[in-house]
């Protein structure tokens, strides 16, 4: 089952169910996902969604700091459900040794040896850690092996 049908399925299952809050959190989910698809004309597959998500799950984190700076206890919680809800749609993260394996792998097949080479090693690891793991510490752990 692709992760569109999934997140269909579950939203209908919350209807079913009255579960208000995973209802509204997935029916922002299926809008932020239509919206891409009508803006740029493709139907997504399950890269785009995973990155529709991880974009949504950014958005609610940046949120919650900024109601916690503006002492808002209330939208900080709804926030952290959106989040909750929408992690159970990632895939299961990679642990840190399987990470570094990946990692230097890319950075061999490449041929990767200065931090010019960068480019090429990240856009191999995309495709295989999108929804896994945190780009931007990877994007730091190829950094520092490029450069030491």
Do not use: C, H, W
């Not at 939203?11 to 579960?19: F, P, S, T, V």
């Not at 698809?37 to 969604?49: F, N, T």
Request: hydrophobic share 45%; glycine share 6%; net charge positive.
């Amino acid at each position: 089952m692709n992760l569109k049908a999934r997140i269909e399925g579950d939203m209908k299952a919350a209807l079913r169910a009255q579960e208000k809050l995973k209802l509204d959190s997935i029916r922002m989910l299926r809008a932020a996902i239509q919206r891409r698809e009508v803006d740029e004309r493709i139907e997504l597959d399950d890269a785009g969604v995973l990155s529709v998500i991880q974009k949504l799950i950014k958005q609610s984190q940046d949120a919650v700091t900024q109601f916690r700076a503006g002492n808002r206890e209330d939208l900080v919680e709804k926030e952290q459900r959106d989040i909750e809800i929408l992690q159970a749609y990632l895939p299961a993260p990679l642990a840190a040794s399987d990470l570094d394996k990946l990692v230097r792998a890319a950075v061999a097949e490449t041929g990767a040896a200065t931090v010019r080479d960068m480019g090429q090693v990240m856009g191999r690891l995309k495709s295989t850690l999108q929804g896994r793991a945190d780009m931007a510490a990877v994007s730091q752990k190829v950094k520092s092996l490029l450069q030491g």
